[in-house]
């Protein structure tokens, strides 16, 4: 019979419903045991933020909703990188001698991304769904539903007068 050590050391990912706890390193262990600190509050808000949010996948079918939830996503992560960089600027304006404008340190991740890559995530979806309503019925379907390649060309080929 062997012991087991009451402490496991290293990093770990750790799963939990509604992720309320994180892996966190010895060095940001450190930085966090520092209650004085607003900078590394706002690091443990950013991380408890991001991990919840559900990660889109773009399929190799993709449907136009996949891009959607791609922007979604983009906007999501941006608002919560926005709190989280007005929360280290507040500490720099609290801290600084000089003035520092509060405002270059407000809404500059959605600043960058919306209507930039917002704008050609809804181009590629709105592009998809044109050339979809364009296709016959049967492909559009084999598509949606992940028929297989040889499927969709078997019904290309029946349309085309092709045996």
Sequence with gaps: MTDHPKVIEGTFDVISEGVTAFTTSPVQAAALANADNPIAAAHVTLIRELAPLAVPKLHVNTDP??????ADYIVRVSGIFDRWLKAVGEDVKSSAVC???????????????????????????????EEREEMDTDVRQAIRYGRTL??????????????
């Design 65 to 70: 909703e996949e891009f959607e939830n791609v």
């Design 99 to 129: 003035n520092v404008n509060l405002g270059m340190f407000t809404g500059q991740f959605q600043a960058t991304v919306e209507g930039y890559a917002t704008f050609e995530l809804d181009r590629a979806a709105e592009s998809l769904r």
């Design 150 to 163: 040889g499927h969709v060309m078997d019904v290309l080929k029946k349309d085309l007068g092709h045996s």
